[in-house]
């Protein structure tokens, strides 16, 4: 997969978490996954297509769910991942793959994308749609947050 399919990801997250009161940004690891991820926590799946077709997945275990909800709700605590942190967090994803979508635009590649999708328990699967999936840590005050991409 070409780097400037990952980049517009890696600058998203960059851009929007400072804006949602995170100050402590960084950029973990970069791996290589394949087609089927499993996990205990939360997915957030979401649909792009255009010049660029695929899927980007981000995931994040449910404690750092539930923190990152709390902080992008003014500190209000969040015991239970209930249906306000819920909603929090996807929003969390609709704002960084349309963030992603427009700086793919700046570079003249046209995306649309789709509603995200949550999926959240104990050992989730979700399948892509390539065999190779790139995986971006990035850490948002020491929570872990990955950033899955799917595309082609």
Do not use: W
Request: proline share 3%; with cysteine; aromatic share 8%.
């Amino acid at each position: 997969m070409d780097v400037k399919y990952i980049n517009p990801f890696i600058e998203s997250f960059m851009t929007i978490m400072p804006q949602l009161g995170f100050t402590s940004i960084q950029k973990g690891t970069v791996s290589v996954k394949g087609k089927q991820l499993i996990d205990t926590g939360v997915f957030i799946v979401v649909g792009i297509v255009g010049e660029v077709k695929g899927n980007v997945v981000y995931f994040m275990n449910l404690e750092h769910a539930k923190s990152i909800a709390s902080t992008m709700m003014m500190g209000m605590p969040v015991a239970e991942f209930d249906d306000m942190a819920q909603s929090a967090v996807s929003e969390l994803a609709n704002m960084l793959t349309a963030t992603a979508a427009t700086i793919f635009s700046n570079v003249g590649i046209t995306v649309d994308i789709s509603t995200p999708t949550m999926l959240y328990g104990n050992e989730v699967s979700v399948k892509m749609n390539a065999s190779r999936v790139i995986c971006v840590e990035m850490n948002a005050e020491q929570h872990p947050f990955h950033i899955n991409i799917s595309l082609e």
